[in-house]
């Protein structure tokens, strides 16, 4: 399923941040992934453990899903079957259970982001 990996992106941008000088270029792709993972941040909803179900949770999150669709970034789902859907929901719940389709392993990466953010600024003076 061709799709944007989530939470091998924010592995990836952890290792950007720890490179000690980073290029113009590099800079503005770390500033870019940093920038995609906050938009697409998901607010009050929690991936409940037990249940493999996402619910409604005020002030819970932030949430991303595994992976999301190439050029719409929607989040994707895939099933045995080799179908993909938009809800998962809609996935097997044998499915659901055997695979982490949400995760909040950004939020440390954009929180990493942020130090680095303020400290390369305040090095660039």
């Known amino acids: 399923m061709p799709a944007l990996a989530v939470m091998e992106s924010a592995s990836l941008l952890d290792f950007l941040l720890s490179l000690p000088k980073p290029s113009v270029e590099l800079q503005q792709a770390i500033h870019a992934a940093a920038g995609w993972l906050a938009r697409h941040a998901i607010a009050d909803q929690h991936w409940h453990p037990q249940l493999r179900v996402l619910q409604a949770k005020a002030g819970a999150g932030p949430l991303w899903p595994r992976f999301a669709e190439l050029n ?10 080799g179908e993909l859907y938009y809800d998962v929901h809609q ?7 055997g695979y982490a389709w949400y995760t909040e392993r950004p939020a ?5 982001y942020q130090r680095w953010r303020a400290a390369f600024n305040d090095a660039a003076k």
């Open 108 to 112: 440390p990466t954009l929180e990493r």
């Open 91 to 97: 996935v097997s719940f044998e499915r659901r259970q």
């Open 72 to 81: 719409t970034n929607r989040p994707i789902f895939g099933d045995r079957d």
